[in-house]
């Protein structure tokens, strides 16, 4: 495990181990396929234009292609890596950190010491190496706590650049074996947060609930027929060959590497020549990840078949595979043109931006995303209402109150809503039968948005069970922490306490039934 190999490298062999979670329950972890990534990436960016984030890359080449890419869409994005020279990357370091520059695509050398809260997505172009790596990257992303993305794109061609890279280094062996882990979470049906938990050696059992396996869990066919044919041919072979070229013979091509060899004169040559060769090549995969087809790394990737595979040749092993996923099809769009969110956060996200360049500072020393998200939730009409904002001190409420209590209320004023304030729409909302999912949906905010709403709304005396929003050992665990910590006024100490998995809301409707 990774708790052993840190043993064995620093050589204390007697070591008390004392564990926090490496559990990022706000972080949605994602894998896609690695076909056409940069459209991918402008799409992902689309409902998020204004977001900051991280997009690495394994080649310098790559950031500045993506970078440029980017700018073209009306993207304000910046490449990083070793060969600009340190002036260069101090000022692109710096502009990241205070928001002049949201997006940054980077060689992985980036964010080592970067104190940056509000960074709402990493996006990895390629494979990582390795977990560790992968863990270590995804965790500059939701520091405030809020939710954040992690998106993975993984192809097959990464692993055998990464191959490449490893042949010649001292451990190769070792790091063979960690890539191949990496390739196992890239290509897995199952719950991503479990993999990823379990590799770190923190056992978890039910499904998180927060990934592209939870979100949209994949439908299974009977693919007996097909792995038959893919075994058949890879045996035909000699297993001899690397993937490119099983799935070259399985469809049938007439180019040089395959009619040099004479392989069109194989039983299985054209045996799956109706299937797209990303598609087929997706379903090799799928049985490497099941243990019926195995890559031998040190000769030259050659496919092989295991003991698996012979079951499912001569003894009617059944293999179910999982459907793949179509890309959508989505409309060009003009993305200079796009509209720009109008929400209250938004337009509270632009002040702070314009107050920390006034005053030379990062924009989250000003105020974090979460107190943004806070005042949106409550919408302050005065003084004595901002001073209860999370991150709201007496100093921050002399240098900030005016400014920032102009937006909001001219903001309520614009929606027509200064006599009917925001925690009471949503209130009236879900007392006509909505969700909270639907009300968050329709007014455009965040669901701990209108949670913040109805808590205000229990705090005025008005007829809310908030009760039924949080669970008896939730509540029973708030109390207990609560005891511990003995006090009830700042938040973080118990989202620290409860290791970032109580949501920020939930512990704000504990402290308040502990009343």
Same mark, same amino acid.
Not at 262 to 289: H, R
């Given at each position: 495990?990774?708790?052993?190999?840190?043993?064995?490298?620093?050589?204390?062999?007697?070591?008390?181990?004392?564990?926090?979670?490496?559990?990022?329950?706000?972080?949605?972890?994602?894998?896609?396929?690695?076909?056409?990534?940069?459209?991918?990436?402008?799409?992902?960016?689309?409902?998020?234009?204004?977001?900051?984030?991280?997009?690495?890359?394994?080649?310098?080449?790559?950031?500045?292609?993506?970078?440029?890419?980017?700018?073209?869409?009306?993207?304000?994005?910046?490449?990083?890596?070793?060969?600009?020279?340190?002036?260069?990357?101090?000022?692109?370091?710096?502009?990241?950190?205070?928001?002049?520059?949201?997006?940054?695509?980077?060689?992985?050398?980036?964010?080592?010491?970067?104190?940056?809260?509000?960074?709402?997505?990493?996006?990895?172009?390629?494979?990582?190496?390795?977990?560790?790596?992968?863990?270590?990257?995804?965790?500059?992303?939701?520091?405030?706590? %809020?939710?954040?993305?992690?998106?993975?794109?993984?192809?097959?061609?990464?692993?055998?650049?990464?191959?490449?890279?490893?042949?010649?280094?001292?451990?190769?062996?070792?790091?063979?074996?960690?890539?191949?882990?990496?390739?196992?979470?890239?290509?897995?049906?199952?719950?991503?947060?479990?993999? !990823?938990?379990?590799?770190?050696?923190?056992?978890?059992?039910?499904?998180?609930?927060?990934?592209?396996?939870?979100?949209?869990?994949?439908?299974?066919?009977?693919?007996?027929?097909?792995?038959?044919?893919?075994?058949?041919?890879?045996?035909?072979?000699?297993?001899?060959?690397?993937?490119?070229? %099983?799935?070259?013979?399985?469809?049938?091509?007439?180019?040089?590497?395959?009619?040099?060899?004479?392989?069109?004169? %194989?039983?299985?040559?054209?045996?799956?020549?109706?299937?797209?060769?990303?598609?087929?090549?997706?379903?090799?995969?799928?049985?490497?990840?099941?243990?019926?087809?195995?890559?031998?790394?040190?000769?030259?990737?050659?496919?092989?078949?295991?003991?698996?595979?012979?079951?499912?040749?001569?003894?009617?092993?059944?293999?179910?595979?999982?459907?793949?996923?179509?890309?959508?099809?989505?409309?060009?769009?003009?993305?200079?043109?796009?509209?720009?969110?109008?929400? !209250?956060?938004?337009?509270?996200?632009?002040?702070?931006?314009?107050?920390?360049?006034?005053?030379?500072?990062?924009?989250?020393?000003?105020?974090?995303?979460?107190?943004?998200?806070?005042?949106?939730?409550?919408?302050?009409?005065?003084?004595?209402?901002?001073?209860?904002?999370?991150?709201?001190?007496?100093?921050?409420?002399?240098?900030?109150?005016?400014?920032?209590?102009?937006?909001?209320?001219?903001?309520?004023?614009? %929606?027509?809503?200064?006599?009917?304030?925001?925690?009471?729409?949503?209130?009236?909302?879900?007392?006509?039968?909505?969700?909270?999912?639907?009300?968050?949906?329709?007014?455009?905010?965040?669901?701990?948005?209108?949670?913040?709403?109805?808590?205000?709304?229990?705090?005025?005396?008005?007829?809310?069970?908030?009760?039924?929003?949080?669970?008896?050992?939730?509540?029973?665990?708030?109390?207990?922490?609560?005891?511990?910590?003995?006090?009830?006024?700042? !938040?973080?100490?118990?989202?620290?306490?409860?290791?970032?998995?109580?949501?920020?809301?939930?512990?704000?409707?504990?402290?308040?039934?502990?009343?």
């Amino acid at each position: 495990t990774t708790q052993d190999d840190i043993i064995a490298q620093l050589r204390i062999h007697k070591a008390d181990r004392h564990l926090a979670s490496f559990d990022r329950p706000n972080l949605f972890l994602e894998v896609r396929p690695a076909q056409n990534r940069l459209n991918q990436i402008i799409d992902f960016l689309a409902p998020r234009p204004d977001e900051s984030g991280i997009i690495y890359c394994l080649s310098r080449k790559s950031t500045e292609k993506i970078a440029e890419r980017l700018r073209d869409s009306g993207y304000s994005a910046k490449a990083y890596h070793a060969g600009l020279s340190s002036d260069e990357r101090s000022t692109v370091q710096e502009e990241f950190i205070t928001d002049k520059i949201p997006i940054i695509v980077a060689t992985i050398a980036f964010g080592m010491g970067i104190d940056k809260s509000n960074v709402r997505f990493v996006i990895h172009y390629n494979l990582p190496k390795n977990i560790e790596g992968y863990y270590q990257e995804i965790g500059r992303s939701g520091r405030d706590g %809020l939710p954040a993305n992690a998106l993975l794109f993984y192809s097959y061609a990464d692993v055998t650049m990464l191959q490449r890279f490893i042949a010649n280094t001292e451990n190769a062996e070792v790091e063979y074996a960690k890539l191949e882990r990496m390739q196992q979470f890239a290509e897995a049906l199952s719950c991503r947060r479990i993999a !990823l938990l379990n590799y770190f050696g923190e056992p978890v059992y039910e499904n998180c609930g927060n990934c592209d396996i939870c979100i949209r869990p994949p439908h299974y066919f009977d693919g007996t027929l097909l792995t038959q044919k893919i075994c058949s041919a890879v045996a035909r072979l000699n297993e001899s060959e690397a993937m490119g070229m %099983l799935v070259d013979v399985l469809r049938g091509a007439k180019n040089a590497q395959v009619i040099d060899k004479g392989y069109q004169n %194989l039983k299985t040559y054209g045996a799956v020549k109706e299937m797209a060769w990303l598609d087929l090549q997706q379903y090799v995969i799928q049985l490497l990840n099941q243990g019926i087809l195995e890559i031998n790394f040190r000769e030259a990737s050659r496919i092989s078949l295991t003991t698996s595979a012979k079951q499912v040749l001569f003894e009617g092993k059944e293999v179910r595979l999982a459907v793949l996923e179509k890309e959508k099809v989505t409309p060009k769009k003009d993305r200079t043109a796009a509209a720009k969110p109008s929400g !209250l956060f938004e337009k509270l996200r632009l002040l702070r931006q314009e107050i920390a360049k006034e005053a030379n500072v990062p924009a989250y020393v000003v105020f974090s995303d979460a107190s943004l998200k806070d005042m949106e939730a409550k919408m302050p009409y005065d003084e004595a209402d901002f001073i209860k904002i999370s991150g709201v001190g007496q100093a921050k409420l002399e240098k900030y109150a005016t400014a920032f209590l102009k937006e909001i209320n001219g903001h309520k004023k614009k %929606l027509g809503t200064t006599n009917v304030p925001s925690h009471e729409l949503s209130l009236n909302l879900f007392n006509e039968g909505r969700s909270v999912e639907m009300i968050a949906k329709q007014r455009g905010m965040a669901q701990t948005t209108v949670y913040g709403h109805f808590l205000k709304m229990a705090e005025k005396g008005n007829a809310i069970d908030i009760a039924k929003f949080i669970s008896e050992q939730e509540l029973s665990d708030i109390k207990k922490a609560r005891a511990e910590l003995k006090q009830d006024e700042e !938040l973080r100490p118990y989202f620290d306490y409860f290791e970032e998995k109580l949501p920020y809301w939930k512990i704000k409707y504990g402290l308040y039934l502990l009343k």
